[in-house]
């Protein structure tokens, strides 16, 4: 359902206003794509991997006999599912095996992510890629755990978009390292946040250079929408509930943990305040009155996200 026809939930009074402004910043950010020519990609077997596992009728001998076409990502499969985030009982060394203990969703999951850390890999970054990555699994962490809490149809779902939402800052960093790193450098330990940092150097932000990505990837709608309004909930589409679980998220993680100049913590805007509005008007169980009393119960978790981010990072970023 269309953000702007939820019944209950009040809408700026410059919404209009506010999509002229995300046109002119789209505008913006593909000009920065048109003057890029060598664009990580997605492997063409990768992409045919993805597709059957998004199809729950696929044959797991198929999809196996896909993956073990390619070497790396078989390897990769097996490190990861033997790995601490998923503890099997015993080693497991066959890919079929590996998809059935799994399950087609979670090595999707797996594969995309993985791939979308190794696809900006670079000698240099202008800001520390730990602590993004921290920040990007974190985000992914805490958003399952609220979709969880109001009863959100696929916690999966969250997982992934939470993980990629912020896939325009790396964009920036790999292909504007000077000026990007300037920029950081200016508002680190200052009150700016990166989002308005980008939108004052560039015109346009890390949310619609991200969606010029996740489009040149063939990413879902959603996972677009999502990219494209975690700063600016009140514009989602394709679906609402979601960009404002992982707006919620993405500020928890922002303002409750360690982070810098790349993950700038900031205060409740009026995007939060839209998100937090809609998250208690179509949650499926109760929540706190307040916003503020909604992220003292999200600390509670933090401890458990912390532990299972650490673990799906390590996992992620061994070669």
């Not at 920036?172 to 150097?201: P, Q, V």
Request: include cysteine; glycine fraction near 4%.
């Amino acid at each position: 359902m269309e953000a702007s026809r939820i019944q209950g939930i009040p809408q700026p009074a410059d919404r209009k206003e506010r999509l002229l402004d995300k046109a002119a910043m789209m505008i913006k950010a593909r000009k920065l794509f048109k003057d890029v020519s060598d664009l990580p990609t997605i492997p063409v077997i990768v992409s045919r991997v993805i597709r059957l596992l998004d199809d729950h009728e696929s044959n797991p001998d198929e999809v196996a006999d896909l993956i073990l076409s390619d070497q790396v990502l078989a390897a990769r499969v097996i490190r990861v599912v033997n790995s601490p985030l998923y503890m099997p009982g015993s080693k497991i060394t066959s890919v079929k095996r590996a998809l059935l203990y799994l399950g087609f969703r979670s090595v999707r999951e797996m594969i995309l992510t993985s791939y979308f850390v190794d696809g900006f890999k670079a000698p240099e970054q202008p800001f520390d890629m730990n602590i993004f990555w921290m920040h990007s699994f974190s985000v992914g962490s805490m958003s399952r755990r609220i979709a969880a809490m109001v009863g959100y149809n696929d916690t999966e779902l969250a997982y992934m978009v939470g993980i990629i939402h912020d896939i325009g800052k790396v964009f920036f960093g790999h292909y504007l390292r000077e000026e990007y790193g300037e920029m950081l450098a200016h508002i680190n330990y200052t009150r700016s946040t990166t989002y308005d940092a980008e939108l004052e150097c560039f015109g346009t932000t890390h949310s619609e250079v991200g969606l010029c990505l996740a489009q040149r990837w063939n990413f879902p709608p959603v996972y677009c929408d999502v990219i494209s309004h975690h700063h600016t909930s009140e514009l989602a589409i394709e679906d609402p509930l979601l960009t404002a679980i992982v707006a919620l998220a993405d500020f928890f993680c922002l303002a409750y943990t360690i982070s810098d100049s790349v993950a700038q913590a900031t205060k409740p805007d009026r995007s939060e305040e839209y998100a937090w509005n809609l998250l208690r008007q179509q949650s499926r169980h109760p929540l706190p009155d307040n916003l503020g009393d909604f992220f003292f119960m999200l600390s509670d978790e933090y401890v458990e996200v912390f532990r299972e981010v650490n673990q799906l990072f390590n996992t992620m970023t061994t070669t």
